[in-house]
């Protein structure tokens, strides 16, 4: 009896997703690099969040044109590139967990483009909204790659596993989501005014910064 051959995902497909991811957070750092470089004052990198340097005024009510219209190219290139590695997963099914991968991307893709809309707009409910889901949202896409990563390895037993491959994936993972717990917690607490420390802008940067780094390790079998 004719049996069809079980189908491997296209490793082209993999590598395009991969370089998508690389490309968008290399983007989405020369973004706030320039955006900082063209803020009309000195941009408080550990008290300040990101979010104002895409607003219309400054953190002290100066004019934040071209700052703002950095961030909002910037941000909306980055939603873009994501939001084609989430149709990049739809169509191609065999991927593994395209399901949740997708639907992450997409969920990236909008967060994009709600950072894009200044924090000062009337639409600020929005900003924040779009802040929230893209910083959750990578988070969770990043630890989704290193736990499924994980548990494939595992799940093989693979004679060709590096361990140490094994326990970098794990400390990359524990890293994202602690990171992630601490700022939301922050966050939190600031919200609620009992924060001990204005230590949200900090942790904000840590979570994206450690985001792409770990991004960065993924192999291109696990995209």
Known sequence: MFRMRAYDPPKRVQIAIKNLFIIMAYFLIVTLFLAIAYYPEKYQFFDEHISNLGGFSSNLGAVNSNSMLIMMIGFGVCGLLVLVVGVLYFVNR???LWL???ILSVALAIGAAGV???LDHSLRILHLAGAGIFIGGFAAFNALLQISSLIKKRKDKADDVNKLDTIWDIILSAIVIIILLG???????DWLGVGPLNLGPLFQKAVVFAEILALYFIDNQDI
């Open 94 to 96: 065999d991927l593994h």
């Open 100 to 102: 949740p991968k997708g």
């Open 183 to 189: 700022y939301f917690t922050v966050f939190a607490l």
């Open 116 to 118: 894009a809309i200044p």
